[in-house]
């Protein structure tokens, strides 16, 4: 079944520090991989995906994922954080369904602190 | 460009009564997702819809969960009757149709039932 896992729940760092958000996947063929944002109170939005190619990835507002197949692994780093980066972060695998890629399966997700 | 509506924000009910959730979709989506977060988790499929069909459901708790999307616009989730294990957030979600095209998520609907 597929499948995906957040190991961190909550992750703090200082602003200006860099950060690295794991997520591990399991899916049967070429996973169509995704990380959205989440504010309080706010609705997701996408910061980037994985379909096929380079396996670098770069995302808005800084981010980037590197797509690793032999580790079944899609982290989404930043080198320096910023306070506004405070929020939730979910990491999600596409199942195609009807040709379109929002039926996803979520992880659990990592509340990011940010410290002065 | 106007992005996926919800209403109403917020709902409290209580248990075995029932409620309904409105959602419009970013306009010419062919496609329409709901979507149930219950805190600490992450979002869940409940329901895809292609036009005004429907293209998955698998999880979906048919016994007291229903959707529509009449004439392939607008939808509605309803909950009938309500169990307190159904408090949650619910996003909808919509997409055009085909190959490496994004969802975008509505606010959410927080239900709460007492």
């Known amino acids: 079944a597929q499948s995906v896992t957040q190991p961190d729940i909550h992750i703090t760092v200082s602003e200006g520090a860099s950060l690295e958000l794991r997520c591990n996947y399991s899916?049967?063929?070429?996973?169509?991989l995704f990380w959205y944002v989440q504010s309080p109170g706010q609705g997701l939005q996408l910061l980037l995906k994985?379909?096929?190619?380079?396996?670098l990835v770069q995302g808005i507002k800084g981010f980037e994922a590197e797509f690793k197949r032999s580790q079944s692994s899609f982290n989404l780093r930043k080198p320096s954080v910023h306070w506004s980066d405070a929020a939730e972060y979910f990491c999600?695998?596409?199942?195609?369904?009807?040709?379109?890629?929002?039926?996803?399966?979520f992880g659990k997700g990592t509340k990011l602190s940010v410290k002065p | 460009e106007a992005g996926v509506a919800q209403s109403p924000r917020y709902k409290i009910i209580e248990k075995r009564q029932s409620v309904a959730f409105w959602c419009n979709p970013i306009?010419?989506?062919?496609?329409l997702y709901w979507y149930q977060q219950i805190l600490g988790q992450g979002p869940k499929l409940l329901i895809q819809?292609?036009?005004?069909?429907?293209?998955?459901d698998s999880q979906l708790p048919k016994d007291r969960f229903s959707a529509e999307r009449l004439k392939g616009v607008d939808s509605t989730l309803k909950i009938q009757p309500a169990k307190l294990e159904d408090s949650a957030v619910y996003l909808c979600?919509?997409?055009?149709?085909?190959?490496?095209?994004?969802?975008?998520f509505g606010q959410g609907t927080r239900l709460t039932v007492v």
């Open positions: 979600a919509s997409s055009f149709q085909g190959m490496h095209t994004e969802a975008f």
């Open positions: 899916y049967g063929a070429t996973p169509y």
């Open positions: 994985y379909f096929s190619g380079d396996t």
């Open positions: 999600a695998v596409g199942a195609n369904y009807g040709g379109s890629q929002g039926n996803l399966i």
């Open positions: 306009s010419g989506h062919a496609t």
């Open positions: 819809f292609q036009n005004n069909g429907v293209v998955d």
